[in-house]
Nanobody
Framework: VQLQASGGGLVQPGGSLRLSCAASGFDLADYGVGWFRQAPGKEREVVTCITSSDDKIYYHDSIKGRSTVSRDNPKNLVYLEMNSLKPEDTAVYYC???????????????WGQGDLVTVSS
């Protein structure tokens, strides 16, 4: 059983990227999925999440309007697409999977290894 975030890298301010959260060994469609980030010297924060049963979506104000979270169930993936990236988006991004209805906070069943996103010119 594994969860893995990928797709990070170096992006110029104003650019875009798409992060992928891939599950192996379980069906991600049955889980709520949260995306989190932790910037240097700061606490980890949730940036978006999507519930399992009804795909309700939450966006943190910091990324609202310029990000989209979506599922690709046949590929067992959840995507986070971010546009108009800013230097303050620089962080290690993680995904986590939650059984039941939740999609952020304590109680994740699985955590993926983080992936670094650096927004810099």
């Amino acid at each position: 059983v594994q969860l893995q975030a990928s797709g990070g890298g170096l992006v110029q301010p104003g650019g875009s990227l798409r992060l992928s959260c891939a599950a192996s060994g379980f069906d991600l469609a049955d889980y709520g999925v949260g995306w989190f980030r932790q910037a240097p010297g700061k606490e980890r924060e949730v940036v978006t999440c999507i519930t399992s049963s009804d795909d309700k979506i939450y966006y943190h104000d910091s990324i609202k309007g310029r990000s989209t979270v979506s599922r690709d169930n046949p590929k067992n993936l959840v995507y986070l697409e971010m546009n108009s990236l800013k230097p303050e988006d620089t962080a290690v991004y993680y995904c986590a999977a939650y059984s039941g209805y939740g999609c952020y906070g304590e109680g994740a069943d699985y955590w993926g290894q983080g992936d670094l996103v650096t927004v810099s010119s």
